[in-house]
């Protein structure tokens, strides 16, 4: 009988390794994702209308909601009103999780502070030349959104749009 070696143990190891994690197939397979049904505010509901009625104005799709982008949206809203600021800090965190859960290829991202109306922010929005891009970009499928306010009742926005 051969001794036992390292290598013979380094291929027991990997062996065991891939196959006592993997999943059962049993053709049910559900993906990790932390999507939760959403309750949508009147302004986030009004800001989906405006925002699709604006890029039908100009040709463009309409685009679907997705539960998950407004849920990772909500993680940065809630960011924002703890620091008082308005940022895109750890965007990248927010993308790699839209990458993995929502399967996207793209991921762009407008937010917002103190706008009392759906109206007021998507102008705002819209007369931004950076956010307006995001807004007309032809490749994005779906968009999710978090409305939150502050201590003092002004409300943080961050509208989220992926490419599936």
Same mark, same amino acid.
């Given at each position: 009988?051969?001794? @036992?070696?390292?290598?013979?143990?380094?291929?027991?190891?990997? +062996?065991? =390794? =891939?196959?006592?994690?993997?999943?059962?197939?049993?053709?049910?397979?559900?993906?990790?994702?932390?999507? $939760?049904?959403?309750? /949508?505010?009147?302004?986030? =509901?009004?800001?989906?209308? =405006?925002?699709?009625? /604006? *890029?039908?104005?100009? %040709?463009?799709? *309409? #685009?679907?909601?997705?539960?998950?982008?407004?849920?990772?949206?909500?993680? !940065? $809203?809630? /960011?924002?009103?703890?620091?008082?600021?308005?940022? !895109?800090?750890?965007?990248? +965190?927010?993308?790699?999780? #839209?990458?993995?859960?929502?399967?996207?290829?793209?991921? %762009?991202?407008?937010?917002?502070? %103190? @706008?009392? +109306?759906?109206?007021?922010?998507?102008?705002?929005? #819209?007369?931004?030349?950076? !956010? *307006?891009?995001?807004?007309?970009?032809?490749?994005?499928?779906?968009? %999710?959104?978090? $409305?939150?306010?502050?201590?003092?009742? *002004?409300?943080? @926005?961050?509208?989220?749009?992926?490419?599936?």
């Amino acid at each position: 009988m051969k001794p @036992f070696t390292p290598k013979l143990a380094l291929f027991v190891f990997v +062996s065991i =390794l =891939l196959t006592s994690c993997a999943p059962e197939d049993d053709g049910i397979y559900f993906e990790k994702i932390n999507e $939760t049904k959403q309750t /949508y505010s009147n302004i986030e =509901l009004d800001i989906f209308e =405006l925002i699709n009625n /604006y *890029r039908a104005s100009k %040709g463009l799709n *309409r #685009l679907e909601v997705l539960n998950i982008i407004s849920s990772v949206a909500l993680t !940065h $809203t809630s /960011y924002m009103v703890s620091t008082g600021k308005v940022s !895109h800090d750890n965007f990248a +965190s927010r993308n790699e999780n #839209l990458v993995e859960n929502a399967k996207a290829i793209s991921v %762009g991202e407008n937010v917002a502070y %103190g @706008f009392s +109306s759906a109206e007021g922010v998507v102008n705002a929005w #819209l007369n931004s030349e950076g !956010h *307006r891009k995001i807004i007309e970009n032809e490749n994005y499928t779906h968009f %999710g959104i978090s $409305t939150e306010k502050n201590d003092k009742d *002004r409300n943080y @926005f961050t509208q989220m749009f992926i490419q599936k």
